[in-house]
């Protein structure tokens, strides 16, 4: 899985020194807010800590206890619930950690586990950025955070001062962006899809940006016009009311999240009305669903359920999220690209009664933006999710739908660099006819001999849905031979289903082929990930 850039703390602690999960997590952001370091520092030794901290690593409640370093909730397909359940009794930063979507997707700016720990020490205090994890993560750890304030420990922590959070250059993290250009798209699917997904090209060259294969890149989209024209209407506020130095209209824009309703929406819409709209509003608030459509709720049908309400449009302001950037895997190689990227972008768009809903970013990026308009944007370092360093080493990239994006780019680099090492596809979506995406590309390098094997799954061609794990088990014989000569396996696309499905064929596949019992092929493919021969960047 692609990751944050940056670990937010370093680790001041020698591995060996004495304390709890808790301890070290605060204790690394008092000495990170001591130091105002962020990274590349050695660890303190027990000495140096003895002497900062007399007493510290003698006292009862630091005695040495076991690590809770497993986390076997982090799964994403694992519903939040469950994986909460699982975290039960564990310290507080593990289950502020459960609370995330687990995906490692680092669009917060942290992996999960990283997260979990700033916000354990207070150098975060942003409770709603886990973007995949939505509004049900952000009220658990809301939760959570509360519980910080009874914690004995944490009344220390409080005086550990935030950790800088912006990478200094520009463009290389989501708290420091960079500007680019966006140049053109284009669409993948002929006409007939169902589905709508862009090619997308920006111009970096300006921007100070580089960019290597397997990263991804951040976009700070902004809100569709029509629908802030129609949450505008709903509020029944001039377009130009002023809020901090700019009107209404530009923040609805671009500064706050239009889609689920905050539960601080309820609470506002609680206070200004009565009866049982006010014990409607507060059940939202509180997370219940007392007319069955919490689900639904957008801030603009948050409106419409409450019509004689008129909030204050500060107020309201207030009471929205931040419009967070959408990470887009990056789709081409710069060696073949000088001054460009491209992303592969799924419009997303589904009917929730009358009305359409839009994605932000998607529909921004395939819709909305033009030829020359300048974005913030920024690159987000992949952590485990890159070509073999060995370019003679085969690889073996599993990417239906969208997650053929990153693909495309290794496949473009291998061209580049000459890499000897042979490359074999899985790309499956609906139809053949409409969403085979970079076909001649495709088509062009398999003729060539650099893409040495091509295998297509199409789930809406036939009756029968076929998808890229059917095509993999009916190759056993060969993945298994790849994977005797070195080869590194890649899985990109959707987390929730086809990531485990996928996985479950290449244990199969090893068990049958590899001639093993299903635990040791289980164990097999876990080597595989350790040894970074099998990755994952899936959301
Ligand atoms: C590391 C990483 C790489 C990624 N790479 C790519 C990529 O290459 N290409 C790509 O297209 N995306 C990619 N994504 C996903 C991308 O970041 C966005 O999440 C996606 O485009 C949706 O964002 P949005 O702003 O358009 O939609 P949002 O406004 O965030 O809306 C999406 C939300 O709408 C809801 N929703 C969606 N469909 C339905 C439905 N049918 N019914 C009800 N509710 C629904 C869900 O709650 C969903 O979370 C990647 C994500 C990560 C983390
Ligand atoms: N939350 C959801 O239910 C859901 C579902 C799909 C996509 N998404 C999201 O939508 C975005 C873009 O999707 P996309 O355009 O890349 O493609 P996609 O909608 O994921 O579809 C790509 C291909 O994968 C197939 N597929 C469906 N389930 C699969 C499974 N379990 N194993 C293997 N293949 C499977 C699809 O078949 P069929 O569609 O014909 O079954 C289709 O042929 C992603 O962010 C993805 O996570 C979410």
């Not at 687990?102 to 586990?113: I, L, P, R, S, T």
């Not at 608030?285 to 049908?301: F, H, K, R, S, Y």
């Not at 289903?497 to 479950?504: H, I, L, P, T, Y």
Request: charged letters at 25%; aromatic letters at 8%.
């Amino acid at each position: 899985m692609s990751m944050a850039p940056r670990p937010p703390i370093p680790s001041f602690l020698p591995d060996n020194a004495p304390f709890t999960p808790e301890q070290r997590a605060w204790l690394n952001g008092l000495f990170a807010g001591v130091f105002g370091l962020e990274g590349g520092v050695a660890p303190l030794s027990k000495q140096d800590v003895a002497k900062l901290l007399p007493g510290l690593l003698d006292a009862p409640d630091a005695t040495p206890q076991e690590v809770d370093d497993s986390a076997p909730w982090h799964d994403p397909a694992m519903p939040l619930p469950d994986r909460m359940k699982l975290a039960e009794g564990r310290p507080l930063p593990r289950r502020m950690m459960a609370a995330m979507a687990q995906q490692d997707c680092g669009q917060c700016g942290y992996n999960c586990k990283d997260y979990a720990d700033v916000l354990f020490a207070r150098s975060e205090k942003r409770l709603n950025l886990c973007v995949p994890g939505g509004k049900d993560t952000a009220r658990v750890l809301k939760q959570l955070y509360a519980e910080l304030d009874t914690a004995k420990s944490a009344a220390t922590a409080d005086a550990a001062p935030a950790a800088k959070s912006a990478a200094s250059e520009p463009g290389r993290s989501r708290d420091n962006p960079a500007t680019a250009t966006f140049l053109s798209r284009r669409r993948l699917n002929k006409d007939g899809s169902e589905k709508e997904t862009w090619h997308v090209e920006f111009d970096i060259a300006d921007s100070g940006l580089d960019y290597i294969v397997g990263d991804s890149f951040g976009i700070f989209p902004a809100n569709d016009p029509a629908l802030v024209d129609a949450v505008i209407a709903a509020l029944a506020a001039p377009p130009d009311f002023p809020i901090g130095g700019r009107n209404l209209r530009e923040v609805l824009t671009d500064s706050v999240s239009l889609s689920p309703a905050p539960d601080m929406l309820f609470q506002l819409m609680s206070y200004l009305t009565g009866g049982d709209r006010r014990q409607k509003a507060k059940a939202l608030a509180a997370g219940q669903d007392p007319d069955g459509d919490a689900a639904t709720l957008d801030v603009l049908a948050a409106l419409q359920k409450f019509p004689a309400v008129r909030p204050d449009p500060e107020a309201f302001i207030e009471a929205l999220d931040v419009l967070q950037p959408r990470v887009y895997s990056i789709s081409s190689s710069l060696k073949c690209n000088l001054g460009r990227v491209s992303l592969t972008v799924d419009a997303v768009r589904y009917q929730v009664d009358k009305r359409t809903r839009f994605g932000v970013a998607s529909t921004f990026l395939g819709g909305r933006i033009n030829p020359g308009d300048k974005i913030k944007v920024y690159v987000q370092k992949a952590q485990h999710f890159a070509l073999p360093a060995d370019p003679n080493k085969p690889i073996i990239m599993i990417g239906p739908g969208t997650g053929i994006a990153p693909f495309r780019a290794f496949l473009q680099e291998r061209l580049a660099t000459r890499a000897r090492g042979p490359n074999w596809l899985y790309f499956g979506h609906q139809r053949s006819d409409y969403d085979f995406f970079y076909e001649e590309e495709l088509k062009e390098m398999r003729k060539s001999g650099h893409l040495t094997r091509l295998t297509l799954a199409w789930s809406r061609d036939a009756d029968e849905k076929i998808y890229v794990q059917h095509r993999m088990r009916n190759d056993g014989r060969d993945i298994w031979a790849w994977l005797e000569r070195g080869a590194h396996i890649y899985v990109c696309g959707d987390a929730l289903r086809m990531a485990k499905d996928v996985e479950r064929a290449l244990i199969d596949v090893v068990a049958e082929h590899g001639k093993r019992s299903p635990e040791d092929a289980a164990r097999f493919v876990a080597e595989l990930k350790k040894n970074d021969r099998y990755q994952a960047d899936v959301y």
